[in-house]
C-alpha cells in the first residue's frame, strides 16, 4: 500500500515546537521508524505550510490512502476540505493533540467530515495508528 502522510503549517517545527504538547521527536526521525515498521507499505511524506501546496500534493493522486494532520488549517480551511471530499480513497486525519482539550478555535475540525476517521490525542502515535487502520 502507498500511503501518503501530510503535514500542514508549523509541523516542519516537530521535535522543537512546544514539545510539551508535541513531543521531541521530530517528523524525519519518527519517519525513519514508520517506515521501518511499515517496510511492506511505501510511505511518502509531504509537509507544506502553505495551504495550496497541500492541496496540490493531495491532487497528484499518487497513492492508495491518506493520513492527514492539517494543522492549522483543520479549524478554517474549506479548500482543503474540498479537495479530501474528491478524493475516494481511505483518508485518515489526525492530531498529535487533543485538539478538545485546547483553546475552543482548536476545538472544531472543518476536514474531520471529508475523511473517513479521526485520532485526537495520541501523541506521535496517532500516525501509527492511523496506518494501522488502512490495513
Known sequence: MKILIINGPNLNLLGTREPEVYGTISMKDYMDELKKEFSSDELLYFQSNIEGEMINRLQKDDFDAVVINPGAFTHYSYAIADCLKNIQKPKVEIHISNIYQREEFRQKSVTAACTDSVLSGF?????????????
Request: avoid cysteine; glycine fraction near 16%.
Open 123 to 135: 501523541g506521535m502515535k496517532g500516525y501509527r495508528l492511523a496506518i494501522l487502520s488502512l490495513k
